[in-house]
């Protein structure tokens, strides 16, 4: 069936690098796409979002990217900080009632 | 800032028990959503509302699991009886409206079922 996943389950950076959170999706009919952080014992906190007609959108120190020739969506998070350390989701609506499905998840640690 | 409030945070009972959650969305949402978050997985959806209707619940195991939001306000999932399985983070987020993608999540219930 459709399904939205991830390439890499974890990821190690250091502080103030970037980082790239991969993703793939498998149904092309998608118009939309969520990214949400989880940090631990808390509920996913809406980060960034991209419709389909965009390859790109940035937002503060987070941009997006899209391609949709191989269906792969990307989170860069510019000069990470600590408090970027999380589990981070994408996610794409499903159905009538946009209830959305969500990707396994990238743990990102960052390293001091 | 509003924000989506649940009730217990955590919640330990024996299979076979019944248990049950509370979700108060943000004021004015009409659309709410209850999650089963695995531990390592994504949240999968459970049930979703627009207002006291239930729009979805096709991966709700209704055999054990109901839901409702009886005053298109605060909801309740419910569990009975409670399988070792159940054992997850029950997410509860709400939405401005049926049309809207912006979701917000509360701090989920942990539930662990012995």
């Known amino acids: 069936g459709e399904s939205v996943g991830l390439h890499l389950p974890t990821l190690s950076v250091q502080e103030g690098d970037n980082s790239i959170i991969n993703c793939a999706y498998s149904?092309?009919?998608?118009?939309?796409f969520i990214w949400y952080k989880q940090e631990s014992g808390k509920g996913p906190q809406f980060i960034i979002d991209?419709?389909?007609?965009?390859d790109k959108r940035q937002g503060q120190r987070v941009t997006v990217l899209l391609n949709k020739t191989v269906k792969h969506l990307s989170l860069q998070i510019a000069a990470t900080q600590p408090g970027d350390s999380a589990v981070y989701f994408c996610a794409e609506p499903r159905g009538y009632g946009q209830n959305f499905v969500f990707g396994p998840g990238t743990r990102l640690s960052v390293l001091p | 800032e509003a924000e989506v409030a649940q009730s217990p945070r955590y919640k330990i009972t024996e299979k076979s028990q019944a248990v049950a959650f509370w979700c108060d969305p943000i004021s004015g949402h009409a659309t709410l959503y209850w999650y089963r978050q695995i531990l390592g997985q994504g949240p999968e959806l459970l049930v979703q509302f627009q207002d006291e209707s239930v729009v979805d619940d096709s991966q709700l195991p209704k055999d054990r699991f109901s839901a409702e939001r009886l005053k298109g306000v605060d909801s309740t999932l419910k569990i009975q009886p409670a399988e070792l399985g159940d054992s997850a983070m029950y997410l509860c987020?709400?939405?401005?409206?049926?049309?809207?993608?912006?979701?917000?999540f509360g701090p989920g219930t942990r539930l662990t079922v012995t």
């Open positions: 987020a709400s939405s401005l409206a049926l049309g809207s993608y912006e979701q917000y």
């Open positions: 991209i419709r389909s007609n965009m």
């Open positions: 149904n092309s009919a998608s118009d939309y």
